[in-house]
């Protein structure tokens, strides 16, 4: 099994361990999914698949580089939902990757396939990493985490119907299914990444010597998880009007579960920075859709196009806290705690002002397109420096656990 490969510490060994392949999977997907469109639009070059170039942009970003991010993070969480199991490596591993390298293919290439196959090719990830979850949570009958097996299934089932709806000649029935799938990503930021932040936060505060009390009260949390999955049916079901208020409700809803989490105090550490910055930017992008949204209701005042802030948050919360939570892997010190590489710093300040840019491109439409261009640049730039400062997490023995460090234990 993993835990037991012997390795040499200059020596690469993806296949390893789940993190070792599909995060930086995801960072380069991240790089190749916005280089590729405005390079073709400089170069005057045609992408020879049928998907809009704006649809394969959101196929890619939500499927490509979400999906790797996803499945990275699920099998290297695995274990600790199964009671110290081991992690899934080799054949598998290689099997998952090569399912998902060709559903960017299958993507790319769409216009040379027949639909059956390149629907077909598309959701294969999905489709193995949920048996993949399924089958050791099962047998260690972890059955409150099959939630999370279901997941992939419930991105593969709205990938497919978003290439349907494509297909069948319908592009805004299938961004209303992109939506749908960032929704779901949110939503699992809501439930992994509000209890991850406050507890990570609360051990290292703990380490430093700092015995503020970090609190995640539960009252907050289960009425954000609610709105969220009330939000997600209005959409589903394309209710647009209340979208707008639901949206203001959430967010305002997150800000409250934060604080009592010593946002403040977080300050001192640049991975603490990652995971509370990065989920700021859910609440941010959530309040900016809603208020607008509902002013553009009552009122004859232009706002910002709906895609500039649906930027904002995709990549201010979802990909920023995909930087935060996958870094980790990379952070680990000599003598057990966490601290964050030059990459990351880097990386993770990029990407944040990419978010920032492309955001504020909506609310200055004179200078839209170069702050577009200004942001794609930032992201890229910033992806590349953050695969820079993980190369560490590729090298040596597979050391757990992975994504945390040295533990608090009290006197």
Not at 99 to 117: E, M, N, Q, T, V
């Amino acid at each position: 099994m993993a835990d037991n490969v012997s390795l040499n510490q200059g020596d690469f060994q993806i296949w390893a361990a789940p993190h070792r392949v599909l995060f930086p999977a995801s960072y380069l997907c991240a790089v190749y999914a916005i280089a590729c469109w405005p390079l073709a639009a400089f170069f005057d070059f045609t992408l020879p698949s049928r998907l809009d170039p704006g649809l394969w942009h959101v196929h890619e970003m939500l499927f490509g580089f979400g999906g790797a991010a996803l499945g990275g993070y699920l099998l290297t969480a695995l274990p600790s939902w199964t009671g110290g199991g081991p992690l899934i490596y080799g054949a598998p591993l290689k099997i998952l990757m090569s399912l998902w390298g060709l559903g960017r293919l299958s993507a790319i290439f769409a216009d040379h396939l027949w639909p059956w196959l390149m629907i077909g090719t598309s959701i294969g990830f999905f489709l193995f990493l949920a048996v993949l979850l399924l089958q050791p949570l099962l047998a260690a009958r972890a059955y409150a985490k099959l939630g999370f097996a279901a997941f992939p299934l419930v991105l593969g089932f709205l990938q497919l119907w978003l290439l349907r709806s494509i297909l069948s000649g319908d592009p805004w029935l299938a961004m209303e299914y992109g939506h749908l799938a960032l929704l779901c990503f949110l939503g699992l930021i809501i439930l992994i990444g509000g209890r991850a932040v406050p507890a990570f936060t609360r051990n290292a505060l703990a380490l430093d010597g700092d015995d503020a009390p970090v609190r995640n009260d539960i009252a907050p949390r289960a009425t954000a998880i609610f709105i969220w999955a009330l939000l997600t049916l209005v959409t589903f079901l394309q209710w647009q009007e209340p979208q707008a208020a639901l949206q203001l409700l959430l967010g305002l809803a997150l800000l409250w579960s934060m604080r009592h989490w010593q946002t403040c105090r977080a300050l001192r550490s640049m991975l603490l920075i990652g995971l509370h910055f990065a989920y700021l930017w859910l609440p941010t992008g959530l309040l900016l859709l809603g208020g607008t949204g509902l002013a553009a209701q009552f009122s004859d005042l232009e706002m910002p196009p709906l895609r500039d802030l649906l930027h904002g948050l995709s990549i201010g919360a979802m990909s920023l806290m995909i930087m935060a939570i996958s870094g980790r892997a990379a952070a680990r010190h000599p003598d057990g705690r966490m601290q964050a590489t030059g990459g990351f710093c880097i990386g993770f300040a990029m990407v944040w002002l990419s978010a920032a840019l492309r955001l504020l491109a909506g609310f200055v439409p004179d200078h839209g397109e170069g702050l577009i261009y200004l942001s794609a640049g930032a992201w890229c730039l910033g992806w590349l420096i953050f695969l820079w400062g993980f190369l560490p997490a590729l090298r040596g023995p597979v050391q757990r656990p992975i994504l945390s460090g040295k533990r608090y234990e009290s006197p």
